[in-house]
């Protein structure tokens, strides 16, 4: 099982739709959470953290369930500009300082 | 403050050749890792550093060598160039794990392709 999943997608919506991606992780000690995007092409860059009692950033919402072991992106009023790749992001704890990534789920918003 | 650079942006290397990628930060981290991302993939970490003189192998690190002599540079080393390896290369840093939700910065990325 991999540490991080997420689905791929993509997931194709209409500007203006409400889009929910889930992302689920293996390590019950994991102890902090992201969501990055990134651009094609590009390197990933930091949306918004994950706080356990949820958290808001604009069209923005995030959610994190650490019994189920998963975490939410809930984006609102969907821009063209969301088009992206959006990475689930854990920091597995135990003593080991990296990040692990999830494969990202792609978004395409269209007119 | 430049963040992190990452040079060169492309590169082609044929089989068996060696080469380093640099990386460098300005923003004093004392974290530094890279990473691979293969397309349509998530991104792996090949090795990482939590201070200078200090170097750590991560998921996939054979290939790859790296050192850490400074704070600011976290070169990262291939030796005997295999297609396998072409990717992108992330190199990134990050400041103070023991706050948890600190943000890593990434560089640009380094496209490379083994022919």
């Known amino acids: 099982r991999k540490e991080v999943e997420q689905d791929p997608g993509p997931f194709n919506v209409p500007e203006g739709a409400t889009v929910a991606f889930n992302c689920t992780y293996s390590?019950?000690?994991?102890?902090?959470f992201f969501w990055y995007r990134q651009d094609c092409r590009k390197e990933p860059k930091l949306l918004m953290s994950?706080?356990?009692s949820g958290n808001e950033d604009g069209r923005f919402t995030a959610q994190l369930n650490r019994a189920s072991q998963y975490i939410s992106l809930l984006i609102r009023d969907s821009k063209l500009s969301d088009s992206a790749t959006y990475l689930c992001?854990?920091?597995?704890?135990?003593?080991?300082?990296?990040?692990?990534f999830g494969s990202g789920t792609r978004l395409q918003v269209q007119p | 403050n430049a963040g992190v650079t990452q040079t060169p942006k492309f590169r082609i290397l044929k089989i068996g050749q060696s080469m380093t990628l640099q990386c460098t930060q300005d923003m004093n981290h004392n974290y530094m890792y890279w990473y691979r991302q293969d397309p349509g993939m998530g991104l792996k970490l090949i090795y990482y550093s939590v201070g200078a003189g200090i170097t750590d192998k991560g998921e996939v690190p054979n290939g790859y060598n790296v050192s850490r002599s400074t704070t600011e540079d976290f070169p990262l080393r291939l030796e005997l160039a295999a297609p396998s390896q072409t990717s992108v290369y992330f190199c990134a840093s990050r400041h103070n794990p023991g706050q948890q939700n600190t943000e890593a910065f990434f560089g640009q990325g380094t496209r490379l392709t083994v022919v």
């Open positions: 390590n019950s000690a994991s102890q902090s």
């Open positions: 992001v854990v920091n597995p704890g135990e003593g080991r300082r990296a990040l692990t």
């Open positions: 994950v706080y356990s």
